[in-house]
C-alpha cells in the first residue's frame, strides 16, 4: 500500500495566486481530513469528508479556502488567492471509520511557500 | 474553550533511558486519545492509542496512560534510542467522530 499521496511535496508561488494542493487517500478508507501545521498554532483541522461528503468546514480559515472530494480516491484543496499567512505545510489524512484512529494516516504534506 | 496542550515543549534523554512526554487535555467528553510521532519532514505517525474506559495500555516499547481525575495523558518510551528523537502529539476525539484535536507537541531529543 503505498499510503496517503499527497501533490505536490513543495509549493512556492506568489501572492495572489490560485494554488492546488492534492491528494490521494488510501484505498478502501471512507474518510478523509485536510490539516494545517504550523508552528504558532500547531496542527489544525481544516475540513473532513465522509464518504465523499464534507461534513465539517468550520476550521476552513476564510472564503478563500474551499476543498472537494469528487470522487473516494482524490481530494483538492484549494486557495485563492493566497497570501503570505497562508504559507504552512498542509496535511491530507485518511481512515477507514470515523473515530478509528489505528487508521488514521497521514500523508508526507505539501510544505506551501506564498512569497 | 476546549484544548489539548503538552506540558513541556522539549524532552532531552539520554540513550537507553526511559522518556515521560505529558499531556493534558480539558475536554471531559473525549473518549479517545492518540499518541503521535512525526520526524522531520514527514507526516504524523501513529503510535498508540487507549480509550476513556482504559487507563493503561502497552505496545512495544510504548505505554501510555490515561488520568481521567485530572484529564492527564502520558507516553512512556521504555529504553529510548537516537530513532525516537521526533516531535510527539497527543490528540483526543470526542464523540468518536474523528475529529482529532491536536496538543502543540514535544520535541524528544535523545543524547547518545
Not at chain 1, 27 to 44: A, C, D, I, P, V
Not at chain 1, 54 to 79: C, H, Q, V, W, Y
Amino acid at each position: 500500500d503505498a499510503g496517503v499521496i499527497q501533490s505536490p511535496r513543495h509549493e512556492v508561488t506568489e501572492m495572489g495566486q490560485e494554488v492546488t494542493l492534492r491528494c490521494k487517500p488510501i484505498s478502501g478508507h471512507n474518510s478523509l481530513f485536510w490539516y494545517r501545521q504550523t508552528m504558532m498554532r500547531g496542527l489544525e483541522l481544516l475540513i473532513y469528508f465522509n464518504n465523499n461528503v464534507p461534513i465539517d468546514d468550520s476550521g476552513m480559515p476564510e472564503d478563500r479556502f474551499s476543498a472537494k472530494m469528487p470522487n473516494a480516491s482524490f481530494s483538492t484543496l484549494k486557495i485563492q488567492p493566497s497570501e503570505p499567512r497562508d504559507s504552512a505545510v498542509y496535511f491530507c489524512a485518511s481512515s477507514l471509520a470515523g473515530g478509528q484512529a489505528d487508521g488514521y494516516t497521514f500523508g508526507s504534506g505539501t510544505r506551501l511557500t506564498v512569497v | 474553550g476546549e484544548s489539548v496542550g503538552l506540558h513541556l515543549p522539549t524532552l532531552s534523554v539520554q540513550e537507553g533511558d526511559n522518556s515521560i512526554i505529558n499531556c493534558a487535555y480539558s475536554n471531559s467528553a473525549s473518549d479517545y486519545f492518540i499518541w503521535y510521532k512525526q520526524e522531520s519532514g514527514k507526516g504524523p505517525q501513529f503510535i498508540i492509542d487507549i480509550r476513556s474506559n482504559m487507563d493503561k495500555r502497552q505496545g512495544q516499547r510504548v505505554t501510555v496512560l490515561l488520568n481521567k481525575t485530572v484529564k492527564h495523558l502520558s507516553l512512556q518510551i521504555a529504553a529510548t534510542q537516537p530513532g525516537d528523537s521526533a516531535v510527539y502529539f497527543c490528540a483526543e476525539d470526542s464523540g468518536n467522530t474523528g475529529k482529532l484535536i491536536f496538543g502543540q507537541g514535544t520535541t524528544l531529543q535523545v543524547k547518545p
